[in-house]
């Protein structure tokens, strides 16, 4: 534990000696790290998926340097500071885990994020709505995933998992009859209700649905990459072939994955 808070408090002094001397870092403000500070959450993100342990090691410590950044600008301010901030998140580990650091028992971790959700809303600074808490900045996709994480928290949720394949079968039911009616805009609505009938069963089945498309998006972008590099090795243009003649190299190029 010294060396941890060694490093801790040299990382702090480093960036009291930047906001003193450096000009870019001085004229930095909470707003303008905003957009680099997602950037690197990205980055984090990428280094996940790839499971590059170097990479996630850098990016862990991107992350960290963000959050001291920001504690740093905020103390500058009287606002807090970074003692506040693990002070804050301390407290709130030990009250959300009464399981652990008190007397309530739980039999799995579906239940103890029923009670995580429980006990958030009777806290005095948590806000009245079950789904407040969903940032409007995330992305569709994690929106989704996170929104029937909330609802579930407080009981919202199918009683046997195997139950969402109808529902899904329903809204993709109801999809392809609005295709077949050709109006735009509900063809638009039903997908948006197929798509996320796919991301409640992902969860169901614990699949974190990001991360799987990911993995998909990266496998194709692997696989097309062998297609264009083979028919240009070969002095074809991919323009100019049959789908079915890039489905033989497409073919081969499944033979190479490794996701």
């Known amino acids: ?72 600008i905020a103390s500058e301010k009287n606002e807090f500071t970074i003692t506040d901030v693990i002070n804050s998140i301390n407290e709130k ?8 650091f008190g007397d309530v028992k739980v039999k799995d971790h579906r239940e103890v994020e029923e009670n995580w959700e429980d006990i958030k809303l009777t806290e005095k600074d948590s806000k009245k709505s079950v789904l407040s808490g969903v940032p409007d900045s995330l992305p569709a996709l994690v929106k989704a995933n996170r929104i029937q994480q909330k609802v579930r928290g407080v009981g919202f ?5 195997s139950q969402i394949w109808d529902k899904v079968r329903e809204e993709l039911s109801e999809l392809q009859h609005e295709v077949e009616q050709n109006e735009p805009s509900k063809i638009e609505a039903e997908f948006g209700d197929f798509l996320f009938s796919i991301i409640n069963a992902a969860r169901l089945y614990d699949i ?18 062998y297609l264009e590099e083979q028919t240009i090795n070969k ?25």
């Open 157 to 161: 949720d199918w009683d046997d998992r």
């Open 93 to 100: 580990l030990v009250h959300r885990h009464p399981h652990v």
């Open 208 to 225: 974190d649905p990001e991360t799987a498309l990911e993995r998909t998006n990266k496998k194709f972008i692997k696989r097309f990459n």
């Open 1 to 72: 534990m010294k060396k941890e808070l060694e490093a801790f408090d040299r990382l702090l002094a480093i960036m009291d000696e930047l906001r003193e001397k450096c000009p870019w870092d001085k004229k930095q403000t909470i707003e303008s790290l905003r957009t680099l500070t997602i950037e690197e959450t990205y980055e984090l993100a990428d280094a996940i998926i790839k499971n590059d342990m170097k990479d996630l090691k850098k990016e862990l410590g991107d992350i960290l340097l963000h959050i001291v950044f920001y504690a740093k």
């Open 235 to 259: 002095g074809l243009s991919l323009k100019n072939m049959t789908l079915d003649e890039m489905n033989l190299y497409w073919e081969k190029a499944k033979k190479f994955d490794t996701l």
